[in-house]
């Protein structure tokens, strides 16, 4: 018999997911709280454009999609810093020439959509979910134009609703001995645009990410494949630089000037994107367990909700998905086994990349600019390329070694980065960076 | 006008604030989920019995209720430990001969709810609250027996319904950036019962509370007014000693016979109470901001659940609605003030009890069995007693110093607690505990 599958939330990772269940021959119904974005012009919700990397790819070969995708996509080679003083600085994502792929959050999602009907899965829009009873794996669904309220039953439930997810709701409520917290950043977004330059063309090298980083705050920019860029504007809500201090167009122009000079001739709406509306908030999202008996699961930002700063959201979240499919080949039907081992194996890894990327803000917005931090880049990069075998640097190990699970990422890194803080301390480490010396102390580290 | 003020949950803290805000005029409406205790014989919730002391006489004093409560209490002056070898060994409370009373939580909680009606309160029984609009200030309520549904509306909201507030998840459900987490011990209870001695009389000296104290776990006993003592085993869930390994009255009996053999006799009804229900569980709610504008006030264990084991939930909820009476006495109506106020001044306060009331499992389960710790704390007593200006123990700055907040007694129970660890560390210290040496020691490092 063909078993009933319910998900919650057709976002980026519940389509995903679709098409893995669908594939193996689950009947599955998807249920999305807002419209068919495929039919209307609504917001996709949250940033605009993302950072896709390898565990992103991998999610997306599981099901043979990645070719599709790639066409969609732009290829971001590193960051591009722009100074308080106007210079440019360039630093690479990889040592071997590595790139993150910039995607229309929106672009993607009708893809991965279009995709998992394809295979056979039906998605309905604009039904809330309002409750779920956890024994019967009922979903009580609220449709928001005509308020009609339904009942669906099924084997069994996946929430992929997101960071604010009905159906982790259902566990917070409805079951004892949930551990759950949400946590929010002093610092919020905004979203900007860069349109093309006047003869149509990108108005920034489209192959990098660019940073404007100033300490306590940032300013981004990614591509898009209408030849602009979304910027993001990550600042904090309260105190003397913050969305609540620039509340008038002077205030927040005079700003913007000082900080961002090379940017603002290329915003021509800045102002009216700045004051469209408030500014969003930042969260992570830690809970567990992740499931009820055979009932439900949560998986991506429904189960670990984190900060963009590692630009590993959706990408852990499609890692996801290839983990689930593993286990469901190991062990086929006994779906209790299945979820015991998910949430068990990929907890250490959520709370592993929500420290990270809570980390990774501090290096973008403030290290970046530094002169000794990329110093201490170039070193690692050096060796790292020396000796392949014995060190990758963190950023790579997280965003493209797939072979490496998050917490083992970070262990190593925290390994590293005690040895760095004793090479970063050797006298005259700025001339002899690239010597012997320094090249056989960390040898000589890496084996104490 | 008279003004009106919704409060959800009649348990100890929402009838105590009832009769505050009804002394001070206002048209108070108490909604609570379970029926009216008074009528009926439904268990009050959580635990029988609590330990009543400083900080809750002084919330009863400012409604001039300590009296009545007084009479329905009785004194513990302290610690009676129970070791695994037979042996009894004493810890008082105080320096001073203090003593915290057992009183029993539906007892207290009846008496409050009749106070609060004397005082012109409207309580109603069986009104669940599933939904509030926090803007207008309104409670929807649904009766558990007609199952009407009635839209309350008030000038404020006080939610004062416990750790699984209804009140609070309006705050996490409708506004942005509320922090929220809720966090388990690995460790459930289950309430057992020691009833009279034959003749009558209490089995055990009821001017104790006693501790059975065996490392990973405990068992306690509070006295009761019928001359019964309530049990609580504090024990794991999972493991080798555990809920789930004493699944079967044999292993549990053995278990218990080699545990707690001096209580094993005195409980006749041990193997129904023990498999009656299934353990109960151990949360800390850490929540902020605790308010919505002016709208929405939580307090006591909806704002700040705490862990049993410094017997101060209740005390520190009472103190809640002293250090509001405060502020309305400063702020008058200015309630956006009163409730600003209110949640900075005693979130750290909040924050800190749940610190302390996590540690000081480890202290009842483990070390008051331990001679050392016994040692340390008789030449803290001698000390505080020679010096009361200098010294006083953290135990007694928690329970009975009143004029302290917690996050004040905390912190100075952080630095005695580090000038303990020199001072235990003192060769010899088992027999010169009580010397000049030590006294002199100790006024030595209370001065570096």
Redesign the interface.
């Known amino acids: 018999m063909e078993k009933k599958i319910t998900i919650i939330g057709a976002g980026l990772v519940g389509s995903l997911l679709a098409i893995y269940l669908a594939k193996r021959g689950f009947k599955v119904s998807v249920y999305e709280r807002r419209p068919d974005m495929r039919k209307s012009t609504i917001s996709a919700g949250r940033s605009i454009n993302l950072a896709l990397s390898d565990r992103g790819w991998r999610g997306l070969d599981g099901v043979g999609i990645s070719d599709e995708v790639r066409k969609i996509g732009i290829a971001m080679k590193g960051r591009e810093i722009h100074n308080l003083d106007g210079k440019i600085a360039f630093q690479p994502y990889g040592t071997h020439g590595q790139a993150n792929y910039s995607v229309s959050r929106g672009g993607l999602n009708c893809l991965l959509m279009d995709l998992a009907e394809k295979h056979g899965a039906q998605l309905f829009f604009n039904e809330r979910c309002t409750h779920i009873d956890l024994t019967s794996a009922t979903a009580t669904l609220e449709n928001n134009e005509t308020k009609k309220t339904t009942q669906e039953s099924a084997d069994r439930i996946f929430g992929t609703d997101g960071a604010f997810s009905a159906a982790r ?1 259902a566990l ?2 409805g079951t ?9 950043l002093d610092h919020g977004y905004k979203e900007l645009t860069i349109p093309p330059a006047k003869g149509g063309e990108f108005a920034l090298d489209h192959h990098n990410l660019h940073i404007w980083p100033r300490g306590q705050f940032m300013l981004i920019a990614l591509p898009n494949l209408d030849r602009s860029f979304t910027c993001t504007l990550f600042f904090p ?1 309260e105190g003397e630089n913050s969305f609540a201090a620039l509340d008038t167009k002077e205030k927040m122009l005079a700003f913007f000037n000082k900080m961002f000079a090379d940017a603002v001739p290329l915003m021509p709406t800045l102002v009216e994107d700045y004051f469209r509306a408030p500014p969003a ?1 930042l969260a992570t999202i830690r809970c567990f367990p992740w499931s009820y008996k055979d009932k439900l699961l949560l998986m991506g930002d429904a189960a670990h909700g984190i900060v963009p700063f590692f630009g590993q959201g959706m990408n852990c979240g499609f890692e996801d998905c290839i983990v689930l499919e593993e286990l469901m080949n190991k062990h086929r039907e006994d779906w209790n086994a299945v979820f015991r081992a998910f949430e068990n194996s990929r907890k250490p890894d959520g709370d592993a990349i929500a420290e990270l990327a809570t980390e990774n803000y501090i290096e973008m917005r403030d290290k970046v600019g530094d002169a000794r931090f990329l110093l201490q880049k170039k070193i690692e990069a050096r060796f790292s390329e020396k000796h392949p075998e014995k060190w990758t640097p963190l950023y790579v190990m997280v965003t493209y070694r797939t072979d490496l699970r998050y917490s083992e990422a970070q262990e190593r890194g925290q390994r590293q980065e005690a040895i760095m803080q004793q090479i970063m301390a050797m006298p005259g480490i700025e001339q002899k960076w690239d010597s012997d010396e320094v090249e056989n102390a960390i040898l000589k580290l890496l084996k104490a």
Do not use: E, T
């Not at 004892?176 to 929010?184: E, I, K, L, M």
């Open positions: 709701l917070q409520i004892d001995r949930f551990s759950y917290s949400q946590s929010y809500f908030s």
